[in-house]
């Protein structure tokens, strides 16, 4: 029984992993078939305002997602490095362990990584698209305070 406890607790890590892994790849495909379904009923509206808040809520869902993920990541690496004896099945929480890695990513670090460009894109593209629109509305008002003044 002994013998079997590392291979049981890195199963049980890797469960976790692969649970975590799932979950980001069906909030990728969650939120772009969202933004995807929303720009086919685009009318000049506030939709890409509407967009950027899905995207903003997925990615930062998301980025949760990952950051756990490469937690447990951490502590089933640290658990391939212990003897058998060493084995206690710490799944990870708030407890300080020596012998594993607590600390996580901060949230904002594993926002900007690589694996989160889509969502980065997709921001970047929204909050492009909508300083456009707000600038040709200022200007166009502008133009039209000047026509009434012009009038007045």
């Known amino acids: 029984m002994d013998s079997n406890k590392k291979i049981a607790h890195l199963q049980m890590l890797q469960n976790i992993i692969n649970r975590f892994s799932s979950n980001s790849f069906t909030l990728k495909g969650l939120c772009f078939t969202l933004i995807i379904g929303m720009l086919s009923f685009y009318k000049e509206s506030l939709l890409w305002l509407v967009i950027l808040i899905i995207n903003l809520t ?13 937690y447990y990541r951490a502590i089933y690496n640290k658990v391939c490095l212990f003897d058998e004896e060493n084995i ?15 600390k996580k990513d901060l949230l904002f670090k594993v ?9 980065i894109i997709i921001f970047s593209i929204g909050v492009t698209y909508l300083i456009i629109k707000l600038y040709i509305f200022y200007v166009y008002l502008n133009g039209l305070i000047l026509k009434l003044e012009i009038i007045g």
């Open 111 to 119: 926002m900007f990584s690589v694996s989160m460009l889509p969502y």
């Open 58 to 70: 997925f990615w930062f869902l998301d980025s949760y997602y990952l950051r756990q993920e490469r």
């Open 88 to 102: 206690d099945f710490f799944m990870g929480s708030k407890e300080e362990n020596n012998k594993y890695p607590y």
